[in-house]
């Protein structure tokens, strides 16, 4: 009888049945939307199973204030680890890799270098990695929200447009706060 009691209680057992979005979609498209202010930035994301994802990003800045140019470009690939699965609800770890390049012009007075002149041209080569613990909130709909705060290792190196500081060391090496906030849609 106890064979048969919990053979038919299987029958009616429910398990919860994953949309259509969370069973096929790996996809997904995000951009942080402050960075229209400056430029543009957008990640393509490929999620490999249920907890991992792998992320390529390009940013671009274009912007020109009060005679002051500043164009560059980066490029960050990375890894999102999340503790529950990516179309819910989770916390994450986000570990990843930048590569990027940062030129400011002023035609009207020069910025001013190391060996007490004016230059019209400074540009900075970044590189660095970061890792940034952060929660994302998913919608039914596809939709998503990014929010995270770590720490970055980088190394900016300057030159000049009549001085070279990349001959000796690099510029500047250290630990800084880096933080994400993105808007995206899971295909």
Do not use: C
């Not at 080569?125 to 613990?133: L, Y």
Request: proline fraction near 3%.
């Amino acid at each position: 009888m106890a064979l048969v009691i919990s053979s038919s209680l299987n029958l009616f057992a429910l398990e919860p049945i994953p949309s259509s979005n969370q069973q096929t979609n790996k996809f997904r498209l995000s951009t942080n939307p402050l960075s229209f202010i400056f430029g543009y930035e957008v990640s393509a994301e490929y999620s490999i199973n249920e907890n991992l994802i792998l992320n390529f990003s390009l940013g671009i800045i274009d912007t020109e204030i009060h005679g002051l140019t500043t164009t560059g470009k980066e490029i960050d690939v990375g890894v999102r680890f999340f503790f529950k699965n990516y179309h819910t609800d989770s916390w994450y770890f986000y570990f990843y890799w930048a590569n990027g390049n940062v030129k400011v012009e002023d035609k009207e007075s020069g910025v001013y270098n190391p060996v007490g002149s004016y230059d019209n041209k400074i540009e900075a080569d970044i590189n660095g990695f970061a890792i940034m613990p952060g929660y994302q909130w998913f919608y039914d709909n596809g939709w998503f929200i990014n929010f995270g705060l770590g720490l970055a290792k980088l190394n900016i190196d300057i030159k000049y447009n009549s001085y070279d500081l990349s001959k000796d060391d690099l510029l500047y090496q250290d630990i800084t706060p880096k933080g994400e906030f993105r808007i995206g849609y899971q295909f």
